[in-house]
T-cell receptor
Framework: AQSVTQLGSHVSVSEGALVLLRCNYS??????LFWYVQYPNQGLQLLLK??????LVKGINGFEAEFKKSETSFHLTKPSAHMSDAAEYFC?????????????????FGKGTKLSVIP | KAGVTQTPRYLIKTRGQQVTLSCSPI?????VSWYQQTPGQGLQFLFE???????NKGNFPGRFSGRQFSNSRSEMNVSTLELGDSALYLC?????????????FGPGTRLTVL
């Protein structure tokens, strides 16, 4: 079964400092991996995705993530934190299901990491 | 192009009641997925509808059901509400089934069960 572990439910960084949010996955198939961001009282917004192409993936708002198969990791980074980055971040893996046969998938999410940015 | 809309945004119900939530996908999108978000369990997949057919289902009891209409709008119904059903319910739309590369989320419906 596919699963996602996000290390650290809360991360605080100073404005201008490096942001590093950790995500490790477990997958029995080549993974498709995603990072989403959720601002208060809003839905999720896709930041970036890995779908078996380049291992270093660039997303929106200056975020990027590197897929490391040997470490089963997909950590999210941003060189310099901005106050507007304060939000909750979710890592997700596409997981196959048996519901309607081959080719059926769902997203399995990590528990989320709340990022605080200190001025 | 308008985004995914969910109605109502907030809802308060009591135990034993039933509730229906609505989701209108982005124009042209035919797949709608539903998720439950709680502080304890995080984000959990409920089900996905595509072209009026349920294509996927998560591990939720039969009290949770859904449907999709010919215009791709989807409704989710929860019967015999329990306190533990209090959550943010999110829907997401995409062009095709299982297309998580381009899945867009609505703002959610906050359900409180008293």
């Amino acid at each position: 079964a596919q699963s996602v572990t996000q290390l650290g439910s809360h991360v605080s960084v100073s404005e201008g400092a490096l942001v590093l949010l950790r995500c490790n996955y477990s997958s029995s198939v080549p993974p498709y991996l995603f990072w989403y961001v959720q601002y208060p009282n809003q839905g999720l917004q896709l930041l970036l995705k890995y779908t078996s192409a380049a291992t270093l993936v660039k997303g929106i708002n200056g975020f990027e993530a590197e897929f490391k198969k040997s470490e089963t990791s997909f950590h999210l980074t941003k060189p310099s934190a901005h106050m507007s980055d304060a939000a909750e971040y979710f890592c997700a893996v596409r997981s196959p299901t048996d519901y309607s046969g081959a080719g059926s998938y769902q997203l399995t999410f990590g528990k989320g990491t709340k990022l605080s940015v200190i001025p | 192009k308008a985004g995914v809309t969910q109605t109502p945004r907030y809802l308060i119900k009591t135990r034993g009641q039933q509730v229906t939530l609505s989701c209108s996908p982005i124009s042209g999108h035919r797949s709608v997925s539903w998720y439950q978000q709680t502080p304890g369990q995080g984000l959990q997949f409920l089900f996905e509808y595509f072209s009026e057919t349920q294509r996927n289902k998560g591990n939720f009891p039969g009290r949770f059901s859904g449907r999709q209409f010919s215009n791709s709008r989807s409704e989710m119904n929860v019967s015999t509400l329990e306190l533990g059903d209090s959550a943010l319910y999110l829907c997401a739309s995409s062009l095709t089934s299982g297309d998580y590369n381009e899945q867009f989320f609505g703002p959610g419906t906050r359900l409180t069960v008293l």
